[in-house]
């Protein structure tokens, strides 16, 4: 028999959360990284172009992304609140998955489900780190693409998720009334902290800096800073509080 | 029409090639890094306690690499000289990959596939590198340890095939007469630059150092670079020589 400690949610701790947030910077980075060693291979973006039986509409990283998470569905990734699928209607797992107790209060975490956005953000972001052109790679580069796209979307995810529970539970009234008035601007005004989100766009860059500073640039292709911390401040931090404000709105009452 | 430079294959040339296989560092660096974020969680090692319906002998990991190189097979990753599969009876791809002509002479890819001794060796770097203990994170567990050993094969693989092949041309025949002879020492002898082999080592342990210089160690688990360090002498560097051998053993002959 489990002893009680482990069978009770732990009180989610806001300082807890930002160091978990902050270690998934080193994964966006890194797969983000490797997707650059290859070229941009537009072509794989493209839906009907893919060159791959049985999907005539799909893109070729559309296709990859629903194969590999047939598979992660399969393995139980998705029954992890911060794991949100880009795919609908996946196979159930076939493993036992042992789960913690989570502190969240939602009912299906899937209300709070930002993919589409991440994924059409993502491209945007592909498509200005990536050197134009053709290499032939798009094995690879789909894989790239996959890797970098769910880092994203369990960063923004988990942030979404826990933020939002941690604040609501340090001031449930304030919340509740925000939430039941629909007041969505005054909600992103109090989930809004500036000067966090200055510290966590000035540390990424100075990670990717620092992850290229002793690399062989015969071999291996570069990506500017900028262009992460343009990410993280347009997409990354802009879509979490999205989250935390969709996942307030989903919030099963009373608990 | 394709013009007659993109149908003939390169002349494989070992300054180009040692790029590559430097670039690789960086991606087995990372894989690695990101594998000890988790505890070892040895049962996800052990053969028939995956808790995974249908595969009553298998361990967790060589579920995950079986489902994880059927779909690679799919999108043709095995095509690929360098990408040998640590699994064998693979589906067929389903999409039309475009290679371009490479300068080796095997007859069949996997006349070379170091795969077993690469997994063996992998599996006793994990239990140095990781933590004690378990964390409940199998699935991404596994998941990291597939991007690491596929990350290790390519750069085994890569280095066997064209290192062998570009030395090969350099010396046919010294390299026949070797072959004929079954001269195993005086081959691995003469595919063996120690300074090289000793440079490698150092810009791979500085590469492990770097990476970790700035970490947020109270969420970030680091690796010891003589672990990395070790792993490159005793397990990449002698498997890429004993794949090249293999390569020139299995050579087609007059080719």
Redesign the interface.
Known sequence: MKDKAEQTAQEPDLNFIA??L??LE??II?HL??RV?YYKNSVIYVPGK?????FARKS?LDI?LL??ER??A????FC?PEERPFNIKLPKP???????PYPLALKDYNSVNLTGRIKQDYLELADKICRNGDD?QY?SS?ENDV?ALQAISRRIHYGAFYVAEAKYRKNPSRYRGLVEAREYDALLLALTRTEVEEKIIMRVK??VR??Q????T???TLIDPALILAFYKHTIIPLTKQGEIEYLFNRVPGS
């Open positions: 160091l978990q902050e270690g080193e994964t890194y990284i490797e060693q893919s060159g791959f039986k049985g070729l990859r194969y590999h598979m992660d399969v393995f139980g990734r992890v076939r493993r036992n998955v042992h789960l913690p032939g094995g789909v890797f100075a990670k620092l992850a500073a002793k690399v062989n015969k071999i291996r």
